[in-house]
């Protein structure tokens, strides 16, 4: 009877934690528009926190011998968080740093200004540029019409995410973002790519067919 109390306590409190996850990134990304730097660290910064306690509650229910998948999946969700909220961060910065689509010759192709777009994107970067305690923007380049994004995930869980998860969690903030979309509908493409230990994981491209509909 007692662990069944605990298990329903243990299920409320991580539903309330969940629905708390969410006020709290949707209210960093509204007035992240405003204050994009200050609001994404302190965003990182709660989400680490929580990382942390959660990974200890996880050693400590391993040392006792009991159950820690819900733990280990809540590790996972938090990890998921926090690279949500460096890319849109990330983003937001960049934005913010001075490019902007319309600055550009309107009579540019495609891949002259996915190369511009890069290049004035790194210039106002400092690279590598750590994002948050596992997300670490390392390079901004450009391969045809598309601009790419290098980041370099260290000391994270990864095993439950796969590219079309990060896809669907960023793609809704590239939309949203009025110089992104101007890119995208002069046909540049964004591309994400995710290094883990050095080797190319996870990545994905975000195309103004993706922001359509």
Request: proline share 2%; charged share 15%.
């Given at each position: ?6 298990a ?13 996850n969410?006020v ?6 509204g ?7 200050p ?10 926190i ?11 229910a391993?040392s ?6 819900r733990?280990t999946?809540?590790?996972?969700g ?7 909220i460096?890319?849109?961060l990330?983003l937001?910065?960049?934005s ?13 192709s495609?891949?002259?200004l996915a190369?511009?777009?890069?290049q ?5 970067t ?6 948050d305690?596992?997300?670490?923007l390392?390079?901004?380049?450009s391969a ?6 290098h980041y ?6 990864t095993s439950?995410l ?5 896809k669907s969690?960023?793609?809704p ?6 110089s992104t ?7 540049v ?8 230990s ?14 359509q509909?």
């Amino acid at each position: 009877m007692a662990e069944a109390v605990k298990a329903t306590d243990g299920k409320a409190a991580s539903t309330l934690l969940t629905v708390l996850n969410v006020v709290v990134t949707l209210v960093a990304i509204g007035v992240g528009r405003a204050y994009p730097l200050p609001v994404g660290i302190i965003a990182v910064i709660y989400f680490s926190i929580v990382l942390g306690i959660t990974i200890n509650k996880r050693n400590i229910a391993k040392s006792n011998g009991e159950d820690d998948s819900r733990l280990t999946k809540e590790i996972r969700g938090y990890i998921a968080w926090i690279i949500f909220i460096a890319a849109v961060l990330g983003l937001q910065v960049w934005s913010a740093g001075g490019f902007q689509a319309k600055s550009l010759n309107s009579y540019q192709s495609p891949t002259e200004l996915a190369s511009e777009g890069a290049q004035q994107a790194k210039s106002s970067t400092t690279l590598p540029y750590q994002v948050d305690e596992v997300t670490t923007l390392t390079d901004i380049t450009s391969a045809d019409n598309t601009i790419q994004y290098h980041y370099t995930l260290h000391d994270a869980d990864t095993s439950s995410l796969t590219d079309e998860a990060l896809k669907s969690s960023i793609k809704p903030s590239v939309c949203a973002n009025t110089s992104t979309t101007n890119l995208l509908s002069r046909g540049v493409n964004l591309q994400y790519l995710y290094a883990v230990s050095g080797s190319e994981q996870y990545s994905f491209t975000v195309t103004q067919t993706d922001c359509q509909g």
